[in-house]
């Protein structure tokens, strides 16, 4: 993977980044296409939960929980990078 390209589930808590591209195997893409979670969308990772599981991201204002393993299908370019 280039540089400064990562995973919604790798971006660390405090990060932004910008969506740039949503693997077609990523579940549920529908869902999360109707809450802003698109290519082009501005994210900013707010915090891990322990031991796993859940990610909270704010996008386009609002927090929202996402399994981690639903995150691993979000490719992301690093603001600032």
């Given at each position: 993977m280039e540089?400064?390209?990562i995973t919604l589930a790798?971006?660390?808590?405090?990060?932004?980044a910008t969506i740039v591209k949503v693997l077609p195997q990523a579940a549920?893409?529908?869902k999360?296409?109707?809450i802003g979670?698109?290519?082009?969308a501005e994210l900013?990772?707010?915090a891990h939960a322990p031991f796993g599981g859940l990610l909270r991201v704010k996008i386009m204002g609002t927090s929202m929980?996402?399994?981690?393993d639903d995150a691993a299908g979000f490719i992301l370019k690093l603001k600032g990078a």
């Open positions: 540089q400064n390209v790798e971006l660390p808590v405090g990060s932004f549920g893409l529908k999360f296409a109707d979670m698109v290519a082009g900013q990772m707010e929980a996402i399994h981690r």
